[in-house]
C-alpha cells in the first residue's frame, strides 16, 4: 500500500546517505543481499600455550608451543558455549535466535578444536580457512625473522591424523586445495597480514549464507574489528554484522526489543493490549532476532590496523 512505498523510499533514502552500520538490521540485509553478514566471531578456547609466560611464548625455537592445542580449561570453555548456545532461553536476543548456517576457522589445532566442540554437534559445516591463522604479535620480531611458534601449523596429513579433530562437521576441501604448508615459517609484513584478510572477507561476502560462525585468533579479530582497546576473550562471542572490509560489533543485548517488552508488560498490567500503549507495532519473530545495530557514538575510536599486543594469541 501507500504507506508500505513510503518506507521502502524513506529505506533507499537511507542506504543512500546513511553509513551501513546506522541501518536497520532487517532493512539492510534485504537490500545488500549476500553482501551483508551477521557472524559470530570467536576466538578460540584457552590454550596450552597460555599457561607459560611471556618469555617462554615468545622463543621462536620453543618446539613444545608449535600449533599449541586447548588445554583443558579451553575444551571446558568450548563445551560451555555449545551448551550455551543449544540452551538459548535466558540468553540474549542474537544467542537465542542465531542458528549458523556455516562455521569458518582458523586451522590451527586450538580454532579447529573449540569449532568442533562448540558446533561439530549441530550438523553444520566447518570449514578451516587458511587466511585465518594468527598472526605473531607486535613486537616479536621483524618481518621475516623465525615465527612465533604458536603462529605455525601443520600439515593436512597431520591434522587429519589428529584423534581431537575427527568429526564428520569438518570439510577439509579449503586445505586440499591450497598449498601443503598453508602457514609462514616466517613473521610476515604488515601489508601480507592485510591482504590475506581482505581475501578472506572477499571469499565471506560471495558465501550465499548470511549466518556464520568464525572461529580464530587474538590478533585477527583485533585486525578485523580495527577498534582501539577492544577486549577480546577466550570463547566470549562478539556478534557482527559484516560488509565487506567492514565489521561493526553488535551489542549483545536488542535495546529496542527491551524496551519493547518492558512497554508490553506495562500495557498488560494496566489492562491494555500489548504494543498499543505508544503506538508500536507488533514485531515479528524474525525481526526480534535481529540485534540492533551499534552507534558510532556506543563504540570506541575505529583505527587503522593495530593489532593487539597486550594479550598473546
Known amino acids: 500500500g501507500r504507506q508500505g512505498r513510503q518506507r521502502l523510499k524513506h529505506a533507499r533514502i537511507r542506504v543512500r546517505t546513511s553509513p551501513l552500520s546506522a541501518l536497520p538490521a532487517r532493512t539492510s540485509l534485504l537490500l545488500l543481499g549476500r553482501a551483508m553478514k551477521r557472524v559470530l566471531l570467536l576466538r578460540h578456547g584457552e590454550s596450552q600455550a597460555q599457561a607459560y609466560g611471556r618469555k617462554e611464548r615468545w622463543r621462536a625455537d620453543n618446539v613444545l608451543l608449535r600449533d599449541a592445542a586447548l588445554g583443558e580449561q579451553g575444551e571446558g570453555q568450548a563445551q560451555a558455549l555449545a551448551a550455551r548456545l543449544e540452551a538459548r532461553g535466558d540468553e540474549p536476543t542474537w544467542a537465542r535466535f542465531f542458528e549458523p548456517e556455516l562455521v569458518v576457522c582458523s586451522p590451527l589445532t586450538r580454532a579447529m578444536q573449540t569449532a568442533i566442540l562448540a558446533f561439530g554437534a549441530t550438523g553444520v559445516r566447518i570449514l578451516p580457512r587458511p587466511e585465518l591463522r594468527e598472526v605473531a604479535p607486535r613486537g616479536f620480531g621483524p618481518a621475516g625473522a623465525a615465527q612465533q611458534p604458536e603462529c605455525t601449523g601443520r600439515t593436512l596429513a597431520e591434522l587429519r591424523a589428529d584423534e581431537r579433530l575427527h568429526s564428520d562437521a569438518v570439510d577439509w576441501e579449503p586445505l586440499l586445495a591450497g598449498p601443503e604448508m598453508w602457514w609462514s615459517e616466517a613473521v610476515e609484513a604488515e601489508d601480507a597480514v592485510e591482504a590475506r584478510l581482505l581475501s578472506f572477507c572477499t571469499w565471506l561476502a560471495e558465501r550465499p549464507e548470511t549466518y556464520l560462525a568464525v572461529v580464530c585468533h587474538y590478533n585477527v579479530i583485533q585486525r578485523l574489528l580495527r577498534i582501539k582497546g577492544f577486549r ?44 498499543r500503549r505508544r503506538g508500536r507495532a507488533p514485531r515479528s519473530a524474525a525481526a526480534r532476532a535481529q540485534p540492533a545495530p551499534v552507534r558510532e557514538r556506543d563504540v570506541a575510536e575505529r583505527v587503522g590496523s593495530e593489532p593487539g599486543a597486550r594479550d598473546p594469541p
Do not use: H, M, Y
Request: hydrophobic share 30%; aromatic share 4%.
Open 232 to 275: 577480546v576473550e577466550n570463547c566470549k562471542p562478539i556478534f557482527c554484522e559484516v560488509c565487506g572490509r567492514d565489521w561493526n560489533v553488535l551489542p549483545e543485548k536488542d535495546e529496542e526489543e527491551e524496551e519493547a517488552l518492558g512497554t508490553a508488560s506495562g500495557a498488560i498490567r494496566a489492562g491494555a493490549p500489548p504494543n
